[in-house]
C-alpha cells in the first residue's frame, strides 16, 4: 500500500461531535514555532497520545474508536493539528517517523489546503475534505499545505503501529 483515501471515514454524528469538541473556540491548543525544519510555520497543536501514554481526557471517547477503525496495534502518537493560513503555509518534506508504521490524518473541515506526498518522485495532493482520511506508510516523505480560501485548516494526525507491525 502507498496510499489509501477515505471519504465519510467517521460516521456522520460521530464526525460531527469531533469536529464540535476541537474547533470549538475553547478548546485548548498549544503554539509550536516550526513544523520540523522550517522555522517560519507556526502551528497549534493538541496532542492526544505520546510517549507510551493518554494525555487527554478525550483519548477513551474519541480516538480509541477511530484507532479501532484503522485496526491500529499500537498508537505511536496522536495529535490535533491547526494551522492558520496567514502564519504557515508549507511544512518542510518530512517523514514521521524511522520505522515501520503508519500515518492517518483526518482532515476536520473543508479547505483548499490539504497534504503534498512524494512517491517516486511525483508529488501527489490530496485535498483537505471534511471527514476525509488518508493513510500512508510513515516512509513516505509528505508535507502539509495551507489553505488560501478557508482562515484555518484543521486535523487529526496518527502514528500507529499495524499488527503487522507490532509482531516483529
Not at 460516521?11 to 485548548?28: A, G, R, V, Y
Not at 497534504?115 to 485535498?127: R, V, Y
Not at 499545505?145 to 496518527?158: A, D, G, H, K, Q
Request: with cysteine; aromatic share 14%.
Amino acid at each position: 500500500m502507498k496510499y489509501q483515501t477515505h471519504k465519510k471515514f467517521l460516521t456522520t454524528d460521530f464526525f460531527k461531535k469531533l469536529k464540535n469538541l476541537i474547533m470549538d473556540e475553547d478548546f485548548p491548543w498549544r503554539r509550536r514555532n516550526h513544523m520540523v525544519d522550517d522555522h517560519d510555520s507556526i502551528y497549534f497543536t493538541y496532542g492526544f497520545y505520546n510517549h507510551m501514554r493518554p494525555l487527554s481526557e478525550w483519548y477513551i471517547p474519541y480516538i480509541i474508536p477511530i484507532l479501532k477503525k484503522l485496526d491500529a496495534a499500537a498508537p505511536i502518537q496522536i495529535r490535533a493539528n491547526m494551522s492558520i493560513s496567514a502564519l504557515f503555509k508549507t511544512s518542510g518534506w518530512h517523514t514521521d517517523y524511522d520505522f515501520k508504521c503508519k500515518t492517518a490524518i483526518l482532515y476536520l473541515n473543508d479547505c483548499d489546503g490539504g497534504t503534498e506526498l512524494k512517491i517516486n518522485n511525483k508529488i501527489i495532493f490530496i485535498k483537505a475534505d471534511a471527514n476525509k482520511m488518508i493513510i500512508f506508510d510513515t516512509a513516505i516523505l509528505h508535507r502539509g499545505t495551507t489553505s488560501t480560501n478557508e482562515p484555518l485548516r484543521y486535523i487529526i494526525n496518527f502514528n500507529y503501529l499495524t499488527k503487522e507491525n507490532y509482531e516483529k
